[in-house]
């Protein structure tokens, strides 16, 4: 339904002279344009936009008392919340490189994360999930480069127990002043089919520019509030969340876990009106038995991706209520870590366009099938434009796998392009899958169960889930039991990399160059389940 909006006095409409190209240059921009309008509200606390900015100038002369030098990587693993969005702003302020890690990752995968990036810093939220993540990381790993572990806490305090006496706010505000639009801003690591996690680097002005995009396409605006289920350590929770809201002003509310009920009861307590996300949420949204007790009339946009979406699905997140969520302009959009923003359906586009296909290609990118003759032909999608990635981090040889001479990105995905240019994708190259809105990669956990005793040969593959979309199936070699398997990747890896489901077979069937032909797999599968 429509939106309803703040108090007109609350809202300030001033627009900038200049477009803002560095992150620390959009936080000043923010409190200038916005004032005390809130930013953030969570927990129980809000922050307006000026206490945003000045939260984050304190927090990165705190890394900087701390020996971070121009150009320092930080890893930020933690989940959403108001601290994140200060200690990853501060980050860039100070000079820095954003390095978000999973919140659901053990503290192996994240200490492997900190060594790659030889990161100097490392915020985490000690005690989430019931685990000593300062503990557990330093029993992971010396972290030779880390100058300091800061559990995030300390962020409200602004490190009030470092003493930044000698780094004045002049300091500061040069620091922050010698960013550039082309230096990097953030590396987000995106596992490959090698096992092997590859991590994309951005500069400032294509995070920036990317979240502009989004925000100036959904029509987000400063009256706006909006709802952040998705996670800041992902490009669509950290990019199209806290950078769009320092665009446009919107009011953010960080969720750290999703709770149905708490969720429902947010939207209508704080009368919400933006709610990006994974088809799972509108899924569970909209068949929650006690929904009716709610009133979620004020949502007014989403826009979700990252699986197939049902054409009913996306007709039933428009219909009024109480069949649907009435949802007033509803669109699905196609990206990745290496361009975040690729695609995106427009405000009036059909059931059928949103749920079928993934939109036209945003202002700044192209696409192009490739061998294409015309519209309709399928082929591996590329991408080219001003939000694709850098490259790769230390890896100049994936980095030109991936991005050819002429800058078209491979993305492995298959896909077909219409006359009206509308992207759908029906394959992939990849055996890359989704889970929960969640890139998983096959790869990463077959090396991972191939280290247990009893399991000689693995393979993993995507199978449908009715709430995850899809989740993972391993095929697996050898007398380890299903219970083994399955126990032994939980301690191993983030939950939702974790296989649902787990077969024995005598041998996995392969090509004639060795590769497992997982087609097969997933045929054996649909055989045995219907699905």
Not at 289 to 295: A, C, E, H, L, V
């Amino acid at each position: 339904m429509a939106s309803v909006p703040r108090a007109e006095e609350d809202v300030v409409v001033t627009q900038p002279v200049t477009r803002p190209v560095t992150l620390p240059g959009l936080v000043d921009d923010a409190a200038v344009r916005f004032g005390d309008h809130l930013a953030y509200v969570g927990e129980g606390r809000t922050l307006s936009y000026a206490g945003l900015a000045e939260r984050v100038r304190s927090v990165a002369r705190g890394y900087m008392a701390l020996g971070a030098e121009p150009g320092f990587r930080a890893v930020i693993w933690a989940p959403n919340s108001i601290e994140w969005a200060v200690a990853a702003l501060a980050v860039t302020y100070a000079g820095g490189i954003v390095v978000p890690a999973n919140s659901r990752y053990t503290a192996h995968e994240v200490a492997e994360v900190i060594d790659r990036t030889g990161a100097s810093l490392v915020v985490v939220a000690d005690g989430f999930l019931g685990k000593a993540q300062i503990a557990e990381l330093r029993a992971a790993s010396a972290l030779p480069s880390v100058l300091e572990v800061i559990d995030i806490v300390r962020i409200v305090g602004d490190l009030a127990d470092v003493d930044p006496s000698a780094i004045g706010p002049d300091t500061v505000a040069a620091r922050a002043g010698a960013v550039a639009d082309g230096d990097v801003a953030d590396i987000l690591f995106t596992s490959g089919t090698t096992g092997r996690s590859k991590g994309a680097m951005s500069a400032h002005r294509q995070t920036i520019g990317v979240a502009r995009a989004w925000a100036e396409l959904g029509g987000v605006r400063a009256e706006d509030r909006y709802l952040v289920v998705n996670p800041f350590f992902h490009s669509f929770g950290y990019k199209i969340g806290i950078v769009v809201g320092l665009l446009t002003g919107a009011t953010l509310y960080p969720v750290a876990t999703f709770d149905l009920a708490e969720t429902m009861g947010l939207i209508e307590r704080e009368r919400i009106t933006v709610l990006p996300g994974a088809p799972t949420i509108y899924q569970s949204l909209l068949t929650a038995p006690d929904r009716g007790d709610f009133d979620l009339s004020s949502l007014r946009l989403a826009v979700t991706g990252a699986a197939v979406v049902p054409v009913v699905l996306i007709e039933r997140m428009r219909e009024a209520a109480p069949a649907g969520l009435g949802i007033d302009q509803v669109v699905t959009a196609f990206g990745m870590t290496e361009a975040v923003v690729v695609t995106m359906c427009r405000e009036g586009d059909s059931a059928d366009t949103v749920a079928s296909t993934c939109g036209r290609a945003i202002p700044g990118m192209e696409i192009r099938i490739d061998g294409a003759a015309s519209p309709g032909d399928e082929g591996e999608l590329l991408v080219r434009g001003d939000f694709v990635m850098l490259g790769y981090l230390d890896d100049e040889e994936a980095t030109a796998a991936a991005i050819d001479a002429d800058g078209w990105l491979h993305t492995g995905d298959v896909g077909v392009v219409d006359e009206a240019g509308n992207l759908r994708i029906t394959d992939r190259l990849k055996d890359m899958y989704i889970s929960g809105g969640f890139n998983v990669y096959p790869a990463e956990i077959e090396q991972a169960l191939m280290r247990l005793d009893g399991v000689d040969d693995v393979a993993v593959v995507g199978v449908p889930d009715e709430r995850m979309g899809e989740v993972g199936k391993a095929f697996v070699v050898g007398s380890a039991s299903a219970d083994d398997v399955i126990a032994f990747a939980r301690d191993r890896l983030a939950n939702f990399k974790v296989p649902r489901h787990v077969a024995h077979v005598d041998v996995l069937p392969r090509n004639l160059g060795g590769k497992v032909l997982k087609n097969a797999l997933r045929d054996a599968h649909s055989a045995a389940t219907g699905k």
